[in-house]
């Protein structure tokens, strides 16, 4: 991938992150058809195009790629808002039944965005009591879920038609990861803190988010690479 292309797209980016224009002179010289695309593939073509919009030179796309780029951003949007609306109700069945649990990951950095769809999600990730897997299990399928991964990770994969993907996470990390981890997140429970408004559901500390999303991206990285976004 050109540099130049990885730079402008970060470039665009923080421009949306911070809600700043960007640069007339800088969006002159970009490859809007390259940056799409790379934007796209790393899940950041909502932000991207916030940044484009911002500038109120959208028309430097072109027709066709500003229709389709202001498209990708609405559907984002219109993603972010289901998921939100979906994990509300299996969130609600989990206090109903004293479920206790805590939302990862893209749940909870979603909102220090500065709008709604800005932080694309493919999917849920919540950590719960899997002493109540089983309950959970005919919960989702009642909704319409198929149990892709059940019983067999470290975590359960549930997936609706058309974009509803939810990891149910046993627990944070398996039995194939570093040691340390392991140890770290044995009695993660313990280090959880209550949230206010709710009977059941939890959070980790900054600092334990923190820590958890390096974990996660070393994860990543160390496997077979990480995105621009992480």
Known sequence: MNQQIVFDTLYL???GLHQAAPADARLQNMDFEKIFKF????NMEALCY????ASGKTGLLGEELQKEWKQRKERAFRKNILLDVER???LDFMEKQGIWYMPLK????????????????TDNDILFDETHDEELYLFMLERGYQAEKYRISYHDVYLKKPIYNFEMHRSLVGEHHDEKWQAYYGDVKDRLIPDQDRNYGYHFSHEDFYIFMT???YKHYSFKGAGLRM
């Not at 934007?39 to 790393?42: E, I, K």
């Not at 916030?50 to 919009?53: C, G, M, Y």
């Open 88 to 90: 509300e109700a299996i």
């Open 50 to 53: 916030r940044a484009l919009e």
């Open 106 to 121: 893209g749940i909870v950095l979603q909102s220090v965005y500065p709008e709604p769809g800005m932080r694309q999600m």
């Open 215 to 217: 974990i996660h991206f």
């Open 13 to 15: 980016a923080s421009c």
């Open 39 to 42: 934007s796209v593939f790393h």
